[in-house]
């Protein structure tokens, strides 16, 4: 199965804080199935944002001052975001596809849309940039699900 409509409003809807469309869409999606779907966007998504966030490249120490900075932004006393995590995943998708492999499952899951939600709302997306890059999320997304990498 491929990236569906569903689940590119259902991120969209993540991103824009709008609650109410997550959740509708959310148990749309939740009763066809489809998980490992969204995840795989949300991945793309990722992706597309930490090239966006770092287009001339970037050193470990431009990494580790982006988690600093999503971490105190977020005020994340209580260690939601672990900076092992997320600059493992930062690494994953900017130079090396292995950084992430080893790191806690739920660490991931709970680190990357915290990591997405940032980048986003630092570089100020319009809604026009968000469907720019929703739309190219979920090009590489569905590659990445027929196994075109």
Known sequence: MLVTDEHVA??????????ETFD??????????????????QGAAFAAAARRRFPDGHTAGDVVRLVAEVRSAVDDTDGEID????????HSVL?????????????KARTQPALLYAMLEEGEFSSADLDTLLAEARELADRWLAGRW
Not at 83 to 90: I, Q
């Open 10 to 19: 259902a991120l969209r809807a993540f991103l824009t804080e709008d609650e």
């Open 24 to 41: 509708r869409v959310s148990a749309i999606r939740r009763k066809r199935g489809g998980g490992n779907e969204y995840s795989a966007l």
């Open 83 to 90: 900076p092992r995590t997320a600059e493992g995943l930062l």
């Open 95 to 107: 130079c090396d596809p292995a950084a992430a492999e080893g790191l806690d499952e739920l660490a």
